[in-house]
C-alpha cells in the first residue's frame, strides 16, 4: 500500500491569505488567527461554493444587457447614435484601427464570456468531486485570476472617449447603459474568483488517497 500524501489540512496547518504564514490554530479550532497580521485564518474559505456560484450566476445574467444595450450614446449635428460591444468593434475595424477593435473584442467579449464558463466549470467540477486534471484545472484558476485586472480595458476605452471627445455643440460622447452591467460583469467575475477557494479541488484527491491507503 502506498502511502497518502500529507496535506497542510490533515497536519492541522492553516494558511495565511494575506501574508501566507503557515500557522497551526488551537487545538479543535475550525479557525484561528495570523500571529504576524492578525488576519483570521482558515481551513478552507467559508461557503466558497455558495458565494462563487452566486457571483457567476450574477455575472453571467448581467453579461445579457452588458452586450445588448448601448454603451456608449454619440450625439452631432446630424443627430444622436447608440452603439453596442459589437457595434463599437465593427466601427474601430480599419487599416489603422484594427488593433484597438480586436483589444476591444477580447476584453469585452472573449474574455468576460470565458471567466464565466471557467469558474462554471470549475464549480461544476469540485462540486462533483472530481479528481481528473486538478494540476490542469488549479492552472485554470491561476489564469482566470490573472487576467480579471484586464478586463476593465472596455470601460475605460469608453470613459476616456466620451471625456476626451466633447466638441459641443458640435460632437459630444456619453457612456451608455451597457457601460454599467459590462462594469458589473467584470466586478462581479473579480470578486468570483477571489472567493474561489482553489484548495478545494484538491481536496477529492487526498480523500481517494486516504482510502487507498
Known amino acids: 500500500m502506498s502511502q497518502a500524501a500529507a496535506n497542510a489540512m490533515a497536519l492541522g496547518l492553516q494558511s495565511c491569505e494575506t501574508c501566507m504564514l503557515l500557522t497551526r490554530p488551537a487545538a479543535g479550532a475550525h479557525e484561528g488567527r495570523c500571529p504576524r497580521c492578525g488576519s483570521e485564518t482558515h481551513f478552507r474559505k467559508p461557503a466558497s461554493l455558495q458565494r462563487t456560484a452566486a457571483l457567476v450566476v450574477a455575472a453571467a445574467i448581467c453579461y445579457i444587457p452588458a452586450n445588448l444595450l448601448p454603451v456608449m450614446n454619440t450625439t452631432t449635428s446630424s443627430g444622436s447614435e447608440t452603439d453596442t460591444i459589437l457595434q463599437g468593434v465593427v466601427l474601430l475595424w480599419s487599416p489603422t484601427g484594427w488593433p484597438l477593435a480586436l483589444i476591444v473584442l ?108
Open 106 to 213: 477580447f476584453a469585452s467579449v472573449m474574455i468576460p464570456s470565458a471567466k464565466i464558463l471557467a469558474l462554471g466549470y470549475l464549480l461544476v467540477t469540485v462540486q462533483r468531486g472530481s479528481v481528473r486534471n486538478s494540476g490542469q484545472r488549479v492552472r485554470l484558476y491561476r489564469i482566470v485570476e490573472l487576467i480579471g485586472r484586464w478586463s476593465m480595458v472596455d470601460v475605460f476605452v469608453a470613459t476616456f472617449t466620451a471625456a476626451l471627445v466633447q466638441l459641443q455643440p458640435l460632437m459630444s460622447i456619453a457612456p451608455g447603459p451597457g457601460l454599467v452591467f459590462f462594469a458589473a460583469v467584470v466586478v462581479l467575475t473579480m470578486l468570483a474568483a477571489e472567493s474561489f477557494d482553489p484548495r478545494l479541488i484538491w481536496d477529492p484527491s487526498s480523500e481517494q488517497e486516504a482510502d487507498d491507503v
